[in-house]
């Protein structure tokens, strides 16, 4: 997982020759925080728009913290939940408005 401490940093995701941009995150934002939990191949491809500084923090980290200090990888594992929680709902919003976008069009 990679916090912006300075810059800007763009999400996008390539397939079959068709670029879709997903998120343009400035200081503050995170992304990768899904490799904490999974060992997947990334979803998505991050380019850094401008100088930017980032500060990682990986799967070891992790759970380093949640065994030397609990409380605070709790509050730490809380938050990463509650902030999925609101991308995969305003995922779910999209796909549902494309999904009925499509199909009234091809009403028409």
Partial sequence: MYLILQGKVE???ER?????????????????ELALFQDFPRSATAVA??????????????KTLLETK????NDLL?????????RLRKTNDTLEAAYFKSKKNKAK
């Avoid at 079959?16 to 200081?27: F, H, I, N, P, S």
């Fill in 11 to 13: 999400i996008f995701s």
């Fill in 16 to 32: 079959e020759g068709v670029t879709l941009k997903l998120a343009e995150l400035e200081k503050g934002a995170f992304f990768g």
């Fill in 49 to 62: 728009l401008v100088d930017s500084i980032l500060l990682g923090f990986f799967q070891p980290e992790l």
């Fill in 70 to 73: 609990p409380r605070v990888g």
């Fill in 78 to 86: 809380l938050s990463f939940a509650s902030i999925i929680a609101d």
